[in-house]
């Protein structure tokens, strides 16, 4: 069942699912596999359910609004500012648009709505027993094979869980991955991104995107009801000359510009972020009984704008997958070992032709805008973070 108490010291706990990390992935992964009647424990480092990450586009494809509607929340999320949306992108050579039917399909939603949301939904599954507070200290083996990790909940209580498969979902610099000794390989953009909300004075339904001096910098306009998350990606080497008034060359460089194309910016509502890392990064799990989803899989340069929807996509291909391999019966009664290993290579393998091809193509293609006027990308590009299907368990 769902709940937050805390573990007294040296406490023991099976179930048939262990996910760390409770963010976009891991709250979808957790849903859709107790959803199928697995026994999901699913713990998060941080307490607060109100926690959520601050630095990112927080789009959402149309992909990942279909799947925002299969758990019932995506009506609230409108309900509490997000927006319709879709992509224009503006060259030096003409304008693009994703999807190509220019339909308000997408949605921006912003993160500080959404992982709460998510984290709320995930509370009412009777299936899915939380653990927030708790941060993963070590791995637990049986050979090369992790079967549960030990946490601890701010160094008072300490716990060992267990089971049938540990799935990590806690992100970019993920944890399990260090403790797991994980390989990792980058495509590095050398591209810094800035953000900050500012009030929206528009009835734009799109999110603008310009790109300039051939795809090495771009400004983009983020429309989101009442606020809008304006952004700028800029070579790491302008950063470096500017970044001691970082502030001003945002007001100069990407305000100025935004008010001479006629789009009215009101004041500017937080911090401007900065994210110097804006790689795209993959990893491929060096253990059995351990399986990667969202950014702790992979990581994708967040100017694609397709982090949100590819970490719950990439969470129903993994459930699938093991749903499809198990019925919750047999993974309750046995240690079915061997199905479940087939059914996280067969993820691995899909999540390899679905997700890590497009990605480094989009990396590429991110730092070439030239490319982009290509008719053929521009319909290539338009399938991948448009209106496609999910990829299906075959």
């Known amino acids: 069942m769902s709940t937050s108490e805390n573990q007294t ?5 099976r179930h048939d699912i262990l996910i760390v990390g409770a963010s976009v992935a891991g709250c979808f992964t957790a849903l859709k596999l107790a ?10 480092q941080h307490s607060e359910m109100t926690h959520y990450k601050k630095v990112c586009t927080h789009i959402i494809q149309p992909d990942g609004v279909r799947l925002l509607k299969s758990i019932g929340i995506y009506d609230t999320l409108l309900s509490q500012g997000g927006q319709a949306t879709y992509m224009e992108l503006l060259t030096e050579n003409g304008t693009l648009f994703f999807p190509l039917s220019r339909k308000t399909h997408a949605a921006n939603i912003e993160r500080q709505y959404l992982d709460p949301s998510l984290k709320k939904r995930v509370a009412k599954e009777p ?3 939380c653990y927030w507070g708790y941060r993963v200290d070590e791995l637990i083996r049986e050979t090369n094979r992790i079967v549960g990790v030990r946490a601890n909940h701010k160094q008072e209580y300490k716990i060992n869980l267990y089971a049938s498969l540990v799935i990590a979902a806690d992100g970019k610099k993920s944890r399990i991955a260090r403790l797991d000794n994980t390989a990792e390989k ?24 310009w790109s300039f001096e051939r795809g090495r910098r771009y400004i983009t306009y983020f429309p989101n009801g009442k606020r809008a998350l304006l952004s700028c990606y800029l070579p790491f080497s302008s ?3 500017h970044k001691h008034n970082i502030q001003q060359y945002y007001d100069d460089a990407v305000k100025t510009f935004v008010n001479k194309t006629g789009l009215p910016l009101g004041n500017q509502l937080s911090q401007l972020l900065v994210a110097k890392d804006t790689s795209t990064l993959y990893r ?23 982090g949100c929807s590819w970490a719950m996509k990439s969470a129903d291909l993994l459930s699938r997958n093991i749903a499809k391999a198990l019925v919750a019966k047999e993974i309750s009664t046995a240690d079915n070992r061997q199905a479940i290993d087939t059914a996280v290579k067969r993820y691995q393998r899909l999540h390899k032709l679905h997700f890590l091809i497009p990605a480094y193509a989009m990396s590429i293609l991110s730092s070439k805008g030239h490319l982009l006027q290509n008719p053929i990308l521009t319909r ?6 448009g209106e496609q299907p999910a990829p299906e368990f075959q």
Do not use: M
């Open 9 to 13: 010291q040296g406490a023991a706990a």
């Open 35 to 44: 959803q199928q009647g697995f026994r999901v424990a699913l713990l998060e």
């Open 127 to 129: 299936n899915i027993r």
């Open 186 to 209: 980058t495509i590095r953009s050398n591209r810094v991104a800035l953000f900050a909300y500012v009030e929206n004075r528009s009835d734009l339904s799109q999110t603008k995107i």
């Open 239 to 241: 950063y470096q000359k």
């Open 284 to 306: 491929k799990p060096n253990s059995t009984g351990l399986a990667f989803v969202g950014d702790a899989f992979l990581t994708v340069d967040p100017l694609t704008g397709i």
């Open 380 to 385: 290539i590009i338009s399938r991948l973070i």
